[in-house]
């Protein structure tokens, strides 16, 4: 008998669990192709490992795809077959294909095809697939027959990572939503989206989209439990002047007439030619299910009509550390009990963020408002609708924005839309705002009209002397990325860093110990070499019954716990090594027992708090954890007066709403 040591398990339990993100690991050879007509060949099979020789590849015959039917699910409103035209399908499961160094040219003319279907030039209806290095884009400028997508993901638990897409090819092009965009629409649609995600447990992943067409971005119907991650989207701008401008055309044709208020194309204004970046619709696929779960983490949008459109789905919802720039109708958008933090966006064109309609409820929302501005008047920085919101606004960089717009309540664009299409509907309809809690720090002029009801406001900003530097997701890696952004370029006195809970817990995000240790070192070299007085702390300990509801236990070969001790001994290690100060908070939690499955106050679990979390501390848990880092900093003299402290970290030091984050408890106990 074989008896492997544990250096040799962990490593294979760490290959498989970077290779759970691509596929469930089977032993197979890979194969390495040098032709289109192979990738679609083996696009079809499943159990594959596919390595295309890298190169430029034209598609320019339909002849390489095919005409696929689906049965809809028994839960679909539609009892008609979905039939859906291909390039190249996906169709196999458990299949990874890598394709870095290679692009696939597709002769626009091929948009003329299956005009009675559906049409995906790369359509995924697979399940469980790894697609990395995907690099297509559309040659000429040929409209499709029908709608059009150049990915379509249908299938479930499929990750795309790296993939580069340009688009061409759509109609109308050139007068943004003008024209209409749905039903009623002017002028016939031909739209072309880039990428449909459909599937459950979607990963995009450094995706990077251009889109010269009118479709959108990135798009989610019916899709559960989807992650966007370094994802960039694209559009392009043109100004109605030029429109207008025209002697010819389809505006021209229909006496520049417009689907939108006030029903004529207006001089002097910008329109994004594309439809949204990232963006949700209620519901959709084969089975007609709510699109549900949406995670988007440090994603940029640029130059679309809304950046980050996600309020037609079900919660849960969460933007973090995502960019909006120069998008025309809104930045940002979200739906009932969405959060968004750490992100930002100009309001170059249009609001920063919009709140479409009075039925969204109870969201937390942390913005900086960039200080770019335009020829183009925005008549609204920020439009307010809903209940129960708390609305953090700030300056981006401390810079105020030169021309003044103002945050308004009660109002906003598709309110003006339903109103203008709909004018006997009551007053109040559409928009409103009841309870809603707006932190206002850009030094804009915020407006309420007769529509919003106890909500309040906070003009002037308490600098806080502790500096919550904490984002949801992050591990080591993603510290080592921000670093001398968040830290070392506003020169702290003290620097307090808890990291390691993703690097050990999250099986996306996992790392070995080795690694763990290298990068935890350059982090603390880097900001003692700043000056800086550093705190290492040691990462709490988790309840592993929670944990293994959204982490597959077999990716674990040590306990969780076990591995969060582990790294509280490098932890301690490198700070005795580099001679900066250790703090054992994970101590702290095992001297009262915990945590305990369902029973302690601490950390959160579904008795205290209705979440099966297991992870993250409660508001008491917070505070437990300000207390003991407020007596570690006095007995170790590291209180000084006018000091700058700097909490950096994961999701375990930016906490949740409502101030409740052990940075913001801390800066409470500290007499400044």
């Known amino acids: 008998m074989i008896r492997l040591n544990k250096k040799t398990i962990s490593l294979i339990v760490l290959a498989m669990a970077v290779f759970s993100a691509k596929a469930k690991e089977i032993s197979r050879d890979t194969i390495f192709i040098n032709s289109v007509e192979k990738l679609a060949q083996y696009a079809a099979k499943s159990n594959v490992l596919v390595k295309m020789k890298p190169g430029e590849y034209t ?52 948009h003329k095809n299956y005009a009675k279907s559906e049409f995906s030039e790369f359509l ?42 340009y688009v061409h090819g759509s109609t109308p092009y050139g007068y943004g939503h003008l024209l209409g965009k749905g039903g009623g629409a002017l002028v016939p649609l031909h739209k072309h989206s880039v990428l449909l995600v459909e599937g459950t447990n979607t990963k995009l992943l450094g995706c990077k989209v251009v889109t010269h067409a009118y479709g959108h971005g990135l798009v989610m119907q019916g899709a559960v439990n989807t992650l966007l991650e370094d994802c960039y989207v694209e559009g392009k701008m043109r100004a109605t002047n030029e429109m207008l401008a025209e002697t010819s055309g389809l505006a021209f044709d229909v006496g520049f007439k417009s689907d939108y208020p006030p029903g004529k194309i207006q001089p002097n204004e910008i329109k994004s030619l594309s439809e949204d970046g990232i963006r949700t619709y209620p519901a959709g696929g084969l089975n007609g299910r709510r699109t549900k779960g949406v995670t988007v983490i440090n994603c940029t949008v640029k130059n679309m009509r809304s950046g980050f459109d996600l309020s037609a789905n079900l919660p849960p919802t969460k933007v973090v550390g995502s960019t909006a720039i120069g998008c025309q109708e809104k930045g940002f958008s ?8 750490n992100s930002k966006g100009d309001a170059l064109y249009g609001p920063l963020i919009t709140f479409v309609g009075n039925d969204v409820k109870n969201c937390n929302v942390d913005l900086e408002l960039v200080d770019t501005i335009s020829e183009y008047n925005v008549p609204r920085l920020a439009e307010i609708n809903g209940s129960g919101h708390h609305i953090t606004i700030r300056n981006y960089k401390n810079k105020k924005r030169s021309i003044e717009s103002p945050i308004v309540f009660g109002e906003s664009f598709w309110d003006d839309v339903h109103r203008y299409r709909n004018p006997n509907a009551p007053h109040g309809t559409y928009a409103g705002a009841e309870n809603i809690k707006l932190f206002n720090y850009t030094r804009m002029p915020v407006e309420l009209n007769d529509l919003a009801i106890n909500c309040t406001i906070t003009n002037s900003e308490v600098k806080n002397k502790v500096v919550n530097a904490g984002i949801g997701g992050n591990n080591t890696y993603d510290l080592l990325k921000r670093v001398d952004k968040d830290v070392l370029e506003n020169k702290p006195d003290v620097v307090i860093m808890m990291v390691g809970t993703n ?20 982090l603390i070299k880097k900001i003692k070499s700043s000056g800086s007085e550093l705190v290492l702390m040691s990462p709490i300990p988790a309840d592993s019954v929670y944990l293994f509801t959204r982490h597959k236990k077999i990716l674990f070969s040590e306990t969780p716990n076990k591995k969060i001790d582990e790294i509280g001994k490098i932890v301690k290690t490198l700070a005795t090594e580099n001679k900066v100060h250790f703090y054992d908070l994970n101590a702290e939690f095992k001297a009262l027992n915990l945590p ?3 029973e302690d106050i601490l950390i959160r679990n579904e008795k205290n708090s209705g979440k099966k979390d297991g992870v993250h501390p409660t508001a008491l848990g917070y505070r437990f954890i300000a207390q003991n880092v407020y007596h570690f900093l006095k007995e170790h003299e590291l209180l000084k007066p006018n000091q700058n402290i700097i909490c950096f970290g994961d999701s375990i030091t930016r906490g949740g709403g409502e101030g409740a984050n052990y940075p913001a408890y801390l800066n409470e106990l500290i007499e400044w």
Not at 128 to 147: F, H, M, Q, S
């Open 59 to 110: 598609i320019k015959s339909i002849k390489i795809g095919k005409l696929s039917t689906f049965k809809r699910d028994e839960t679909s409103k539609k009892t008609d077959d979905f039939r859906i035209g291909s390039l190249i399908h996906f169709s196999g499961n458990n299949s990874q294909y890598f394709l870095s160094g290679v692009t696939l040219n597709i002769d626009s003319k091929l």
């Open 124 to 165: 995924v209806s697979g399940n469980n697939n790894y697609i990395e290095g995907l690099k297509a884009k559309d040659v000429g400028n040929e409209v499709p027959a029908n709608r059009i997508q150049m990915v379509r993901v249908m299938g479930d638990d499929n990750t795309i990572k790296n993939a580069d897409l």
């Open 334 to 341: 979200v739906g009932t009990d969405a959060i968004i933090e």
């Open 503 to 522: 690097d050990m817990l999250n099986t996306t995000k996992l790392i070995d110990y080795k690694t763990y240790t290298t990068n935890l070192e350059i």
């Open 596 to 598: 305990i499955h369902n």
